[in-house]
């Protein structure tokens, strides 16, 4: 019975290794291409190579079984072989070529042997049924997205022979919840496991100096991460979409913060900037909205455009650095904001760069401030007084506008560029503040919409207002009284001066303005 079972097999494959001579096209141990119609191959010992293309687009096979001598799988050999289900690799295999099995979206799972020391591109992309992987010691090269969009994919093992994870290797790899990085990887490349959404832990080996643009960005699952100290850039869009990033230990070797970096990671509550950096790029923290505080150190040199825009809960932000402007949008919509203290060191404020801090009551303005760009401080609703230092040059178009709580507002007394609807809807405003040379006070008013009720004074009229109150204070002493005294004095003149002169300019204009009409 055991021998009639035996002549069977032996029967059956010695048909099916006929049909697979029949049906292929093998030449100088290269396999070249296979043109039958069988579900389940055994390649001969004889073979050495997997050709490129051998296999390419067959919607039959289910199963393959490597020749015992075969070291090299050439590129795109088995790609979309969309019912493979298994294959049998033999322990001499030393390459994979790229997108070896690039489609294979029946593919379960499979043995990597000990010999492989290279992993081409894409090789297995889009194998969506792959849940398990082990990468066995003697792998030197995993190329670039070689599991991009292996959905299924739960348990990956990396070899500890890597030293770097390129580009993309494991981007949208969806169900990956941890993985461990080998001491030896010091580099990890562009998007390599960007839209691992399930990712919840992963640990940066100490010796990694390079993170590429997007390494984890769109990790929705991931909860804590630490930079290691030798990383000295943190790339664009690095988190970006870290919905549940809480904690994030940055080493003291980072000098650069790059554009989106933490991007609406919206539950990051604190972070502490290290005093290496020196720039902050545009929208690194745009829609961190659980943000409360921020230190910004000493050795920053410029902070980028909507850098904290949308931090909604952010109530503290300490700018301790010497940087020459606040660039637009910079700290748009933090509704939290309380407080503003800028350093000498700015000499321009960027269009909407508090624009919506509703919270916002108080600002120091520097001294050497020269321009504020339009809708600065718009709606910002609890700010009540702004006094303008002397260097300003230019104000431009609604840059108080809807500052609806806004009660007194100084300008600077010297000729300065103001823009239009510069206080439109500050419908709280009761004292403005003008510099003593303004002309063509109506057209002024009207151009910059300043309320009917609000009261229009001089600098000289509010000096001398300033030194009355202090003399009709009981505590100022007699000596202070006599010096008050004689500076009122002056100061009168000076008024009634002024109110002289402007009388005789328009008693000038008016002959000048009759003989015309004649």
């Known amino acids: 019975m055991s021998n009639e079972k035996a002549r069977k097999a032996q029967t059956v494959k010695s048909a099916a290794e006929l049909d697979l001579l029949r049906n292929s096209e093998i030449r100088n141990g290269v396999f070249i291409r296979y043109y039958g119609k069988a579900t389940e191959v055994t390649i001969p010992d004889t073979v050495q190579t997997i050709a490129e293309s051998a296999f390419a687009g067959n919607p039959r096979l289910t199963s ?20 493979l289900r298994s294959i049998t690799l033999p322990t001499s295999l030393r390459i994979i070529g790229a997108e070896a099995f690039r489609g294979c979206t029946s593919l379960l799972n499979f043995i990597l042997p000990r010999a492989v020391t290279l992993i081409g591109q894409s090789a297995f992309r889009e194998c969506r049924s792959l849940t398990r992987v082990i990468l066995t010691v003697g792998l030197e090269d995993l190329g670039a997205f070689a599991f991009c969009d292996c959905e299924a994919l739960e348990t990956i093992t990396l070899a500890d022979t890597l030293t770097a994870i390129h580009r993309g290797t494991f981007w ?58 030798g990383v000295r850039f943190l790339a664009d869009s690095l988190f970006s979409c870290c919905e549940l990033l809480e904690s994030v230990e940055i080493g003291d070797s980072v000098t650069y913060i790059g ?75 933090c509704l939290a904001l309380k407080s503003v203290y800028l350093p000498d060191s700015v000499t321009r404020i960027g269009s909407r760069a508090f624009m919506r801090c509703l919270e916002l009551q108080s600002v120091r303005l520097p001294s050497a401030l020269k321009s504020i760009g339009e809708y ?82 001089l600098h000289k009229e509010l000096e001398l207002s300033m030194l009355f109150a202090e003399m009709a204070d009981p505590e100022t002493k007699a000596d202070r009284r006599e010096e008050l005294e004689r500076q009122i004095r002056i100061e009168l003149v000076k008024l009634g001066h002024h109110r002289k002169t402007s009388k005789q300019k328009k008693a000038r204009t008016k002959p000048k303005a009759a003989a015309k009409k004649k």
């Open 172 to 229: 949208g790899c969806r169900s990956i919840k941890a993985i461990e990085i080998p001491e030896t990887v010091t580099r990890i490349g562009r998007y390599a496991f960007g839209k691992c959404v399930s990712l919840e832990a992963i640990c940066l080996p100490e010796k990694t100096s390079y993170l590429g643009t997007g390494a984890f960005s769109e990790c929705r699952s991931l909860k804590s991460i630490r930079i290691p100290d």
């Open 376 to 457: 600065a401080f718009a709606e910002c609703e609890a700010l009540t007084e702004m006094s303008l230092p002397s260097a300003l040059e230019h104000l431009d178009n609604h840059a108080f506008w809807d500052c609806t709580a806004l009660e007194t507002a100084i300008l600077p007394n010297k000729r300065l560029s103001v823009g239009y609807a510069v206080y439109a809807g500050c419908e709280s405003l009761k004292t403005l503040v003008v510099p003593d040379s303004v002309r063509l006070f109506r057209y002024r008013l009207d151009r910059w919409q300043i309320p009917t009720q609000a009261r229009i004074i």
């Open 259 to 333: 554009t989106n970096t933490f991007c609406t990671c919206k539950r990051l509550a604190e972070i502490r900037l290290p005093d290496s950096l020196s720039r902050i790029s545009s929208s690194a923290f745009l829609g961190c909205s659980a943000l409360t505080e921020i230190v910004i150190p000493t050795g920053i040199e410029e902070i980028g455009k909507r850098a904290f825009a949308f931090c909604t809960s952010l109530e503290r932000m300490e700018l301790l650095a010497e940087i020459p402007a606040i660039e637009e949008e910079c700290f748009l919509c």
């Open 64 to 83: 393959v079984t490597l020749g015992k001598h075969v070291s090299a799988i050439q590129p795109a050999a088995f790609k979309d072989c969309t019912q």
